[in-house]
């Protein structure tokens, strides 16, 4: 059974930090990644992993958050800082184990197929 377990939300204020831990169990995840949902919106894609350690990051979040993994324990981590308003949102992890694709030099990682069941970062002024 797969199960993909987020920590790490709260609340802090603009200007914070906040890291989020994901722990996945029961699948060879190749690919890890965050997703985000802010109130009202869809979800969006945040930073994601591969297997090799490439990483891919969403424009917003560049220079602010970390996207990194701990192989033995099958847990990614990311690291949130200089939080702002707009970064309030539930937080997903998700995994899978396709691979995804590098054209370039560059990652371009798989849709997962598999998630967690989100943890709630809010960034008060």
């Known amino acids: 059974q797969v199960q993909l377990v987020e920590s790490g939300g709260g609340s802090v204020q603009a200007g914070g930090s906040l890291r989020l831990s994901c722990r996945v169990s029961?699948?060879?995840?190749?690919?890890m990644a965050w997703y985000r949902q802010p109130p009202g919106k869809e979800r969006e894609g945040v930073a994601g992993?591969?297997?090799?350690?490439?990483?891919s990051y969403a424009e917003p979040v560049k220079g602010r958050f970390t996207v990194s993994k701990e192989t033995a324990q099958n847990t990614m981590y990311l690291q949130m800082n200089n939080l702002q308003p707009e970064d309030t949102a539930m937080y997903y992890c998700?995994?899978?184990?396709?691979?995804?694709?590098?054209?370039?030099?560059?990652?371009?990682?798989?849709?997962?197929?598999?998630w967690g069941r989100g943890t709630q970062v809010t960034v008060v002024q």
């Open positions: 029961g699948l060879t995840a190749n690919t």
């Open positions: 992993i591969s297997y090799t350690g490439s990483t």
């Open positions: 998700a995994a899978d184990e396709a691979t995804g694709d590098w054209e370039g030099g560059t990652w371009f990682p798989p849709a997962p197929g598999h």
